[in-house]
């Protein structure tokens, strides 16, 4: 039910994940590393256009990258995960303190 209300409530979208498949394909062929789906989005030409129909603002954003999501998975891109070392900075009242931190950053690339 969940995906139905979804569905529904972007039937009025001008561009849905299958019209921007293509693009999607290309950029991952072009690529030669795993993308996050945030660089995909970044990468297409219709970029702007997706964001623009979604929402203003950065919830726009956010929202076209789910979009995005959904038309690598009409590809068939595959999931991975990479680590990542980060440092999360804590402000104290001697100072930030930096801890490195590890994280799991997904990543799709085109399945061969």
Known sequence: MVRRASAC???WLLLKPKDIADEVRAVLQSANRPLKAEEVLNALPSREKLIVQVEVGSSGYFAAVQ???????HVGASLHFIPMELD????GEKGAMITP???L?????LSS
């Open 9 to 11: 409530k972007r039937s």
């Open 105 to 109: 950053i997904p990543v799709y690339r």
């Open 88 to 91: 999360n900075v804590t402000p």
């Open 67 to 73: 979009i995005v999501r959904e038309a690598l998975a």
């Open 101 to 103: 931190t590890r994280r």
